[in-house]
């Protein structure tokens, strides 16, 4: 048997990932080699191809890939997640441990599966381990246009909120929320106040925020929200998920004394592994019984250097085929 394998294989933290041979590697403590099948280029597998996840060791050469579906020996299919950083899905083989793995029904669609699990797991988590959602609750999804954003609007109406209001910059994605199930969309603009007050109009009285933004749309909305609410004490569940518009806020003091202002975030580490894991084969029927949209766009793993280069059209995510 041949001990090498192709893969995409990042050398240097600031090149994309190279379509080369890598040795293959070998499992152990009851981990298992599959063959990969489908590998999702979500935002994560790119901050820690360059090196910039809070959770990357540093190590090169790395392959990158948070997660995909594979076929194991024993031929069963399965979503998994990798478990070492410089180890990724993004390869013909991959290691998979029994113990960050779920199975899925022969057939399942393992291109949606590879696409949809880490965008739809960052509301399911957060809604589900963060924050309890209760039934009839009203969510604002803050950075609702892209694919995450997206799946959590569909995502907070499949848990039972009784009121979901999706924001965003892009006037037609957010047009497409009201069709996925949103009740309400308002448009962030480089207008503060018209922005601050339309958020207000619709989410004032919110009970959680689920926030993929950070930076100055997020800073804007808190006092937005907070100084419009009819009963100030009444929880607001601010839940931090991503950081597209920014990596820092400014937050006045008196938001968190004047308010019952209840801020954390849902990610690795706040989260433990062990959750993430139990939350899987919930997530997989979703998926699979297409309660949440997804659009997946299949590139061969060969091309992985022009995927990394090219736009992803808005809406789609691409994913890795060997
Ligand atoms: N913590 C977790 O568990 C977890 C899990 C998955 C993802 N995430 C994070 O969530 C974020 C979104 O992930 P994704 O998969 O949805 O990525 P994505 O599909 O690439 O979507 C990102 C969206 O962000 C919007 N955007 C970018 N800059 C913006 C700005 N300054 N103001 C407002 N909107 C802005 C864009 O929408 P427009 O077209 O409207 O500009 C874009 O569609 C990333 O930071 C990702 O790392 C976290």
Do not use: C
């Amino acid at each position: 048997m041949t001990s090498q394998m192709n893969a995409a294989v990042v050398t240097s933290f600031a090149e994309p990932p190279h379509y080369q041979q890598f040795d293959i590697p070998a499992p152990s403590g009851g981990a298992v080699l599959v063959d990969v099948l489908a590998a999702g280029l979500h935002p994560r597998v790119r901050s820690g191809a360059s090196g910039a996840h809070y959770t990357s060791s540093g190590t090169l050469p790395m392959i990158p890939g948070i997660d995909g579906v594979g076929r194991r020996p024993d031929g069963r299919l399965v979503y998994f997640a990798a478990d070492d950083d410089a180890l990724g899905t993004m390869a013909d083989k991959a290691v998979a441990d029994p113990r960050r793995s779920v199975e899925l029904p022969e057939g399942a669609d393992v291109a949606r599966v590879a696409a949809a699990m880490n965008p739809a797991m960052s509301s399911w988590v957060a809604l589900r381990r963060r924050v309890q959602l209760q039934p009839g609750q009203s969510v604002l999804v803050l950075g609702a246009t892209g694919n995450a954003g997206a799946m959590a609007v569909q995502v907070a109406r499949r848990l039972g909120a009784g009121r979901v209001t999706g924001a965003g910059r892009d006037q037609g994605r957010l047009q497409a929320l009201i069709a996925a199930g949103a009740d309400d969309v308002v448009q962030l603009t480089d207008d503060a106040q018209a922005t601050g007050q339309a958020l207000a109009a619709a989410a004032a009285e919110a009970d959680i925020v689920l926030d993929y933004l950070w930076g100055r749309p997020a800073q804007q909305a808190i006092m937005a929200l907070l100084t419009a609410r009819s009963d100030r004490g009444r929880a607001l569940d601010w839940i931090q998920i991503g950081s597209v518009a920014g990596p820092s806020i400014e937050l006045p003091s008196v938001a968190l004394r004047s308010a019952n202002f209840r801020l954390q975030g849902s990610g690795q580490g706040s989260v433990t592994p062990r959750a993430y894991v139990a939350e899987l084969p919930s997530l997989v029927a979703e998926i699979s019984a297409g309660t949440i949209a997804v659009r997946p766009r299949v590139v061969p793993l060969a091309d992985v250097e022009r995927a990394w280069a090219g736009e992803e059209p808005p809406g789609e995510r691409t994913v890795l085929v060997p």
